[in-house]
T-cell receptor, first 109, second 112 residues
Framework: KQEVTQIPAALSVPEGENLVLNCSFT??????LQWFRQDPGKGLTSLLL?????REQTSGRLNASLDKSSGRSTLYIAASQPGDSATYLC????????FGGGTRVLVKP | DAGITQSPRHKVTETGTPVTLRCHQT?????MYWYRQDPGHGLRLIHY???????DKGEVSDGYSVSRSKTEDFLLTLESATSSQTSVYFC???????????FGPGTRLTVT
């Protein structure tokens, strides 16, 4: 059974600092991993999708890496801003679609 | 944003009553999904559809049924609502199971 873990559950950083968010999965037989952002009371917004054959994907200040052999993905957000405050979720897609519990991020001005 | 709407956005109902939630998409995506999101449990897949009239169960399908008679609409029905089904329900779509998923705004359901 696939298990997806996001640690820490919450973190707080000062504005301008780089954010590093972790996602671990137990079954490496995935075909992609997707990162989302969720604002309070809202739906999920897709940030990045990494296919299993890829090592990383970039979009603006966001960069996501994937290491299937170690069961890890990392989302980097450069030069964080207060508007980056949200909950970030990862989803591993294989035989099942499994979400992590999320990391709640607060960027302090 | 992907064209996904959910209705109703909020609903309060009593235990034992039937409830139907609707998801509508304008993207012509083949796959549609229903999830529920609960504190401490995260997002869990209820049912999904891979085409008109083609559906399959997710990990928490007990007490729920679905129907898809048109590409654009995916209905989730709680035949007899229970308090344990109080949750936020999200619909998602994707072109295929290996592509990005896009989520709707959610429906907050309270069963009293």
């Amino acid at each position: 059974k696939q298990e997806v873990t996001q640690i820490p559950a919450a973190l707080s950083v000062p504005e301008g600092e780089n954010l590093v968010l972790n996602c671990s999965f137990t079954d490496s037989a995935i075909y992609n991993l997707q990162w989302f952002r969720q604002d309070p009371g809202k739906g999920l917004t897709s940030l990045l999708l990494i296919q299993s054959s890829q090592r990383e994907q970039t979009s603006g200040r966001l960069n996501a890496s994937l290491d299937k052999s170690s069961g890890r993905s990392t989302l980097y957000i450069a030069a964080s801003q207060p508007g980056d405050s949200a909950t970030y979720l990862c989803k591993a897609a294989g035989n099942k679609l499994t979400f992590g519990g999320g990391t709640r991020v607060l960027v302090k001005p | 944003d992907a064209g996904i709407t959910q209705s109703p956005r909020h609903k309060v109902t009593e235990t034992g009553t039937p409830v139907t939630l609707r998801c509508h998409q304008t993207e012509n995506h083949r796959y549609m999904y229903w999830y529920r999101q609960d504190p401490g449990h995260g997002l869990r897949l209820i049912h999904y559809s891979y085409g008109v009239k083609d559906t399959d169960k997710g990990e928490v399908s007990d007490g729920y049924s679905v129907s898809r008679s048109k590409t654009e609409d995916f209905l989730l029905t709680l035949e007899s609502a229970t308090s344990s089904q109080t949750s936020v329900y999200f619909c998602a779509i994707s072109e295929s199971e290996r592509y990005e998923q896009y989520f709707g705004p959610g429906t907050r359901l309270t069963v009293t």
